[in-house]
């Protein structure tokens, strides 16, 4: 009995010592995850089609959203850890918004860190070095960056001349042919409303093509909050500076000029905005 017990014993070792385990398909897992955050956004669309949606459903939906967006994020951050040096995820590294915009400075510096020699003499790395480094230059808890501009009238404006100076200050870049911007604005209109009294400002930055189309979209947003653009689309200089790839787009500057959060939208606003200013 012990000699077939130790034959046994030694049979299990040897196979364990063997066997090779079955790679990760992290590039699997993050499509599994972009498929979960697609059946949200078609499940709201369906719903708001049918006139079902209820301010308390589109919580919930946004809530949803918000936490499989972050996943996926995750997701792909791993899968360009394991694979940068490789065709497949430098492919998938530049050729999508996971890869090309929606990193954070934390996951873009820990993916470049795994770059080979190969990888770093590419245009794609160095591209991407250069976006790291702007990120970092208008990161939370960094000074604001100078942003000098015209108003609708022409005028000359700075976003100097309203932040660093004691006020929470709001740069909302935006434009009127967004949707989503269009769709936050009377969000906005009620925050300053409630605010603008109380050490808080809004500084809009437009993406519109030219003057016309932007004067028409502050008419018809009603909004009364500074503005400033170049109207040069995403060519604009501030767009790059701050690493502006979708908007709306938020950067919240605190009353001593440095920046205190970047992305917040709607529900999260209106909560940072009280938390801040009692």
Not at 106 to 113: K, V
Not at 252 to 264: N, S
Request: charged content about 25%; overall charge negative.
């Amino acid at each position: 009995m012990k000699k077939g017990f130790y034959f046994l014993n030694l049979l299990f070792l040897v196979f364990a010592c063997c066997k090779t385990e079955t790679p990760v398909d992290y590039y699997q897992i993050a499509l599994n995850s972009e498929a979960r955050l697609d059946s949200i956004n078609q499940l709201y669309d369906s719903l708001n089609t049918q006139g079902l949606i209820t301010p308390e459903l589109d919580k919930q939906l946004e809530a949803q959203w918000d936490s499989l967006y972050e996943q996926t994020i995750a997701d792909y951050a791993q899968f360009f850890t394991h694979h940068i040096n490789d065709s497949i995820g430098q492919a998938v590294f530049a050729s999508t918004s996971w890869g090309t915009r929606r990193l954070s400075i934390e996951q873009l510096d820990t993916i470049l860190a795994q770059a080979d020699s190969a990888f770093q003499a590419t245009e794609l790395y160095q591209a991407s070095v250069e976006r790291l480094n702007r990120m970092k230059l208008t990161a939370p808890g960094t000074p604001f960056q100078e942003i000098v501009s015209k108003t609708p009238a022409g005028k000359e404006i700075k976003l100097s001349d309203f932040a660093g100076k004691g006020k929470y200050v709001l740069l909302d870049f935006w434009a009127s042919w967004c949707p989503p911007c269009r769709a936050e604005m009377p969000h906005l209109l009620e925050l300053y409303a409630q605010y603008k009294d109380k050490r808080f400002e809004i500084v809009g930055y437009s993406l519109d093509r030219n003057d016309a189309d932007w004067k028409k979209g502050l008419a018809e947003l009603k909004m009364t909050w500074p503005q400033m653009s170049d109207c040069a689309f995403w060519q604009s200089l501030p767009v790059q500076l701050y690493d502006v790839h979708g908007i709306p787009a938020t950067v919240l500057i605190g009353p001593d000029g440095k920046i205190i959060e970047k992305g917040l939208r709607g529900e999260a606003l209106t909560q940072r905005l009280q938390e801040l200013i009692r």
